[in-house]
């Protein structure tokens, strides 16, 4: 089993950043695929940025530019640096990890909200 335990969320205003971390613990070996989604009520989770198996980033469109991927290895945690913040950024944000026997982890989420 892997756990992932996201923090970092809250309230900000339009313009504003907030940086969420996730860590990782359990059986981390095989994990090849690190990201970040996050679903806004009333609608799919998506993807907001990730890293590949080849260790390439990879981000939605709506947020380039504004958000950054990054990890720490030892101990194994992933970050997103976000700037300037905008409503429709308001979602659960949800870390995800999948390790090479094709088992995908989530953590439970942590909700950024955004003011306009």
């Known amino acids: 089993q892997v756990q992932l335990v996201e923090s970092g969320g809250g309230l900000v205003q339009a313009g504003g950043s907030l940086r969420l971390s996730c860590a990782v613990s359990?059986?981390?070996?095989?994990?090849?695929?690190m990201g970040w989604y996050r679903q806004a009520p009333g609608k799919q989770r998506e993807l907001v940025a990730a890293?590949?198996?080849?260790?390439?980033?990879t981000y939605a469109d709506s947020v380039k530019g504004r958000f950054t991927i990054s990890r720490d290895n030892r101990p194994l945690t992933l970050y997103l640096q976000m700037t300037s913040l905008q409503p429709e950024d308001t979602a659960v944000y949800y870390c995800?990890?999948?390790?090479?026997?094709?088992?995908?982890?989530w953590g439970q989420g942590t909700q950024v909200t955004v003011s306009s």
């Open positions: 995800h990890a999948e390790r090479l026997d094709h088992n995908g982890y």
């Open positions: 359990g059986n981390i070996f095989g994990i090849y695929i």
């Open positions: 890293f590949s198996s080849s260790d390439r980033t």
